[in-house]
């Protein structure tokens, strides 16, 4: 009986495939995961949660006497200064201009009624952003007294 003999057989680099394909099973396993986490809070982040502000406690800054006040009513209308001067939609920014004396630096605080909507107030504040006012702000509308504090309940 003729027995070759072999050498010891080599494992290098020549023993072992390199895998070529990639495993995507983890990777749909993810997605899937992250589908079902995503369908679960998109109505919650949709719907929204509704906060109940407290109401503040300091005192609102008294514009001085530099601080032009523009106001927008609910139904549209722009009224301009202290006197709450009528003003149109398109002479609001020369308007403001004057007043200023060409000095877009002055602080222009755009008062909001509380029945006018976002969209009238941003008409407002977006040709004056335009026209370079750089110490534009948005005030509120103090009440005439101040709103009392709510009774404290009685425990029992």
């Known amino acids: 009986m003729a027995m070759q003999l072999q050498g010891p057989r080599r494992r290098g680099r020549r023993g ?16 899937l995961v992250l589908l079902i986490v995503f369908m679960v809070t998109a109505p919650l982040i949709i719907a929204g949660t509704p906060i109940d502000l407290p109401a503040s406690s300091t005192a609102a800054a008294m514009p001085d006497d530099r ?13 301009l200064g202290r006197q ?5 939609a398109e002479l609001l920014v020369s308007e403001v201009m004057r007043l200023t004396g060409g000095d877009r630096d002055k602080p222009v605080v755009v008062i909001g009624e509380r029945q006018a909507s976002y969209g009238q107030v941003a008409a407002v504040l977006g040709p004056l952003s335009a026209a370079g006012f750089t110490g534009l702000a948005l005030g509120k509308i103090e009440p005439a007294s101040p709103a009392p504090a709510p009774a404290a309940r009685k425990k029992g």
């Open 16 to 31: 072992y495939r390199m895998m070529t394909e990639i495993n995507v099973t983890p990777f749909i396993d993810v997605m």
């Open 67 to 79: 601080t032009i006040i523009v106001r927008v009513a609910a139904n549209g209308d722009i009224q």
């Open 84 to 88: 709450n001067l009528p003003v149109k």
